[in-house]
């Protein structure tokens, strides 16, 4: 098993800044994703954290907006950029484990 | 591309009552997983299945994986306030492919009433 932890829980944050989400693992995993969950709806995957080199991005969500860094095998972070009360959303680190696929306790922001 | 449909979108049961979630894709699943959630939280993890009629239980919860492998039923027994949350199914994106990414279905919310 896996187990992660995301900083910070939670947060209330002003619209244009920029605020960045840290995940940190408990052991070395190939794989690390970062999925965002809007009020009221289920997890969509922003990207895959590559180590080494640039994340993988899903249809929809851009670099510019979401800039990931992934420095090592067991830490990621998620920048979320020049936020609008758009982006109040729980955002998710995974990891895939094994056969496992782990989540961690979500970042919870709300911008204002 | 594959979507996932769980029924019911919300439940409300007595405490001690049997309860069933399903979760039906659009495509065969080579892989789904059961997550819980509570509200404004992160997921925790309840089971992966596989095989087409696996089934997997952990405390009073059951899930199965129907043969045909594009139904999942999670049936919880005798359950308690502890057992609520949000419940959601998981799959593959890529459908056969091992990729790690996930899609979902759209939850079910379980509220049991003491």
């Known amino acids: 098993s896996a187990v992660i932890s995301q900083k910070p829980s939670r947060d209330i944050c002003q619209r244009g800044t920029s605020l960045t989400i840290q995940c940190q693992v408990d052991?070395?995993?190939?794989?690390m994703f970062w999925y965002r969950q809007q009020p009221g709806q289920s997890l969509t995957l922003i990207a895959t954290a590559n180590q080494g080199s640039e994340a993988t991005y899903e249809s929809g969500f851009v670099i510019d907006k979401f800039p990931i860094s992934r420095p090592n095998l067991t830490f990621s972070t998620l920048t979320v950029s020049n936020m609008s009360p758009e982006d109040s959303s729980i955002y998710l680190c995974?990891?895939?484990?094994?056969?496992?696929?782990?989540f961690g306790e979500g970042s919870w922001l709300t911008v204002v | 591309s594959q979507e996932l449909e769980q029924s019911p979108q919300s439940l409300i049961v007595q405490e001690g009552k049997n309860l069933t979630i399903n979760c039906t894709s659009s495509?065969?699943?080579?892989?789904l997983y059961w997550y819980k959630q509570k509200y404004g939280e992160g997921l925790i993890f309840l089971m992966m299945?596989?095989?087409?009629?696996e089934e997997k239980s952990h405390e009073k919860i059951t899930a199965k994986l129907d043969e045909k492998k594009q139904q999942s039923s999670l049936h919880i027994t005798a359950s308690q306030p502890s057992h609520a949350g949000i419940y959601l199914c998981?799959?593959?994106?890529?459908?056969?492919?091992?990729?790690?990414?996930?899609?979902f279905g759209q939850g079910t919310t379980l509220q049991v009433k003491p």
């Open positions: 495509k065969t699943l080579y892989g």
């Open positions: 998981g799959a593959d994106q890529h459908g056969s492919s091992n990729t790690g990414k996930l899609i």
């Open positions: 995974s990891v895939s484990s094994g056969d496992t696929i782990y």
């Open positions: 052991s070395q995993v190939t794989m």
């Open positions: 299945l596989q095989k087409g009629g």
